[in-house]
Antibody
Framework: QVQLVESGGGLVNPGGSLRLSCVAS????????MSWIRQAPGKGLEWVSY????????YYADSVEGRFTVSRDNADNSLYLQMNSLRAEDTAVYFCARDTVPDSWGQGTLVTVSS | QSVLTQPPSASETPGQRVTISCSGSSSNIGSNYVNWYQQLPGTAPKLLIYRNNQRPSGVPDRFSGSKSGTSASLAISGLRSEDEAEFYCAAWDDSRSGVVFGGGTKLTVL
């Protein structure tokens, strides 16, 4: 079955950087778009970014454009999110998800931006 | 402010039926499929309904989805206490080139 396991979250100072990872299994990774979706504490779901299966097309929400970079390594079935210039409002659980309108989700990794 | 509009809360007694609405526009629900997700506290969202009205394997037929125009609905019949959760609708948005979500509906089984 589909499994998505995120890692890399933690506490970071405003203006700092963090790299999230997601390892996928149970499906042909390169066949699927992959997404990052976040959920601030006590709030709803917000799409962050997605990347095509080939890795040649990426889109970002306006709130993270220019600060976050999504990438993937199909040889390792891995998805990444490089987050720079982090702000307090980026504090959230970040979910890795399969497809643009997700059909499977990871368990999430918590990113806290605070001094 | 979420792009898709859901009521913030819903409640009903065990065994009864409840419906949760999701309102959008021509660029999202009006022209694309709707998914519904169930999120239990402290867990990841779980796909409940896809392509407006399809259930993934393992989802009971007590859960059903429908769509008409720029609105969609999730119905849950034979309510059980374990159905208490947050429910989200989602759809692709052509003008944003991304998925948009409803703000979530917290279901309480009284």
């Amino acid at each position: 079955q589909v499994q998505l396991v995120e890692s890399g979250g933690g506490l970071v100072n405003p203006g700092g950087s963090l790299r999230l990872s997601c390892v996928a299994s149970g499906f042909t990774f390169s066949d699927y778009y992959m997404s990052w979706i976040r959920q601030a504490p006590g709030k709803g779901l917000e799409w962050v970014s997605y990347i095509a299966g080939s890795g040649n097309t990426m889109y970002y929400a306006d709130s993270v454009e220019g600060r976050f970079t999504v990438s993937r390594d199909n040889a390792d079935n891995s998805l990444y999110l490089q987050m720079n210039s982090l702000r307090a409002e980026d504090t959230a659980v970040y979910f890795c998800a399969r497809d643009t309108v997700p059909d499977s989700w990871g368990q999430g990794t918590l990113v806290t931006v605070s001094s | 402010q979420s792009v898709l509009t859901q009521p913030p809360s819903a409640s009903e007694t065990p065994g009864q039926r409840v419906t949760i609405s999701c309102s959008g526009s021509s660029s999202n629900i009006g022209s694309n499929y709707v998914n519904w997700y169930q999120q239990l506290p402290g867990t990841a969202p779980k796909l409940l309904i896809y392509r407006n009205n399809q259930r993934p394997s393992g989802v009971p037929d007590r859960f059903s989805g429908s769509k008409s125009g720029t609105s969609a609905s999730l119905a849950i019949s034979g309510l059980r206490s374990e159905d208490e959760a947050e429910f989200y609708c989602a759809a692709w948005d052509d003008s944003r080139s991304g998925v948009v979500f409803g703000g979530g509906t917290k279901l309480t089984v009284l």
